[in-house]
């Protein structure tokens, strides 16, 4: 019986024994198929291929400041009092044209005694000269002293000083006389008239905004990447949204608000540094043609720049920057292999980036799904117009 007892435990042991191993090699076979499975699993994912394209680089500015080179106030340069004007807001005006005469009572007064005081020193004057050649021709027949001859040319010599400083005086006169009529300062239109008929105003007081529209200037200060397309001369589109148009000089003539976005032609006038010269950054200056009288000197917001040219280049879609300095995409290799890869880029269209190196012609590029992608995973890579 005991051997029979010894037999039964032995069997209950080996069958223990054999279900223990059966469960390691069945959860071993378990782990490595799930291995072998995940290691299988390929992502679905949206590619773009790197592409030749014609690109017109836009740029988006929070703000833009246009100004005029021709723009100055015309100002009171003696005191006085405004006795008319001579032209009304938005009057097209020259420069030196008269705005509006001033009337300072002093003046003429002034001038009437710098006149009168001429008149007295002329005549001291001319009895001076007589004396003085009487003089002279005495001490030629020696029929007179040194001393007397001396003193009259002294005398002569003074009158003549001091005509000289009462005409000066007088020309001052006239010439704040002429300050009563105030001249335009520049070329332009008349833009804003700070002061009524009849205001008395003081010597340094502006009196009206006189300015030339018809060409507006903005600068903007771009990487060199974005400025290696650009020439002086080059011109672009510079669009203006609608709610950001508005007119602070209040011009009839403008044309105002055309209801949508502004799209206004301006052209490259200058890039400091030169693009001879190497250099990080650089200040382009672009002038517009403001002749339909659109646009005044403020500053403007949400302006979007586009060139007025493309240019081919390799491209991809913006949608494939991984990151905000725009320098990092995914790339995927002929085995859908995921690959992060570094590029450097350029100017964008704002829908297709140029590269500049880090991808060739053909390469294709993770577009979207970039969550929790990472180097070494495997894609499907589903690109437009085919699948990979």
Known sequence: MKRYFFIGIGVILALSMALVAYGTWLNVSDEKQIARRMDERALSLSGARAEKRALRPKAEMDAVRLYSENMADAVALIDGRIIEWYVTKNSAVRQGDVLLRLENDQI????????????????????????????????????????????????????????????????????????????????????LIYQRVGSYVQGGTPLALVGDFDRLLFSVTLEDKHTRHLSVGATLTVTFPEQAMRKAYDTEYAAGNQGSAENIVA??????????????????????????????????????????????????????????????????????????????????????????????????????????????????????????
Do not use: W
């Open 108 to 191: 003429d007064l002034k001038i009437q005694q710098a006149t009168a005081n001429v008149r007295r020193t002329e005549a001291s004057l001319a009895q001076a000269s007589s004396a003085f050649h009487r003089q002279e021709r005495l001490m030629a027949k020696e029929a007179t002293s040194k001393e007397k001859y001396e003193a009259a040319a002294a005398q002569y010599a003074a009158a003549q000083e001091a005509l000289a400083e009462a005409e000066a005086q007088r020309e001052q006169f006239v010439v704040q006389e002429a300050r009563q009529r105030v001249v335009s300062p520049v070329d332009g239109n008349v833009l």
């Open 267 to 388: 052209t490259v006038k200058e890039i400091t540094p030169p693009l001879t010269e190497p250099a990080g950054m650089r200040r382009v200056l672009y002038e517009i043609d403001n002749r339909a009288r659109v646009l005044e000197p403020l500053t403007y917001n949400n302006v979007s720049v586009r060139a007025g040219r493309p240019y081919d280049c390799l491209a991809v879609p913006m949608t494939a920057m991984t990151d905000a300095a725009k320098n990092e995409v995914f790339a995927v290799d002929g085995e859908g292999i995921i690959h992060r890869r570094d590029v450097e880029t350029g100017a964008d269209d704002g829908e297709y980036i140029e590269i500049i190196s880090g991808l060739s012609e053909g390469d294709i590029v993770v577009v979207q799904g970039f969550e929790g992608l990472a180097d070494g995973a495997k894609a499907n890579v589903s690109i437009e117009g085919g699948e990979r």
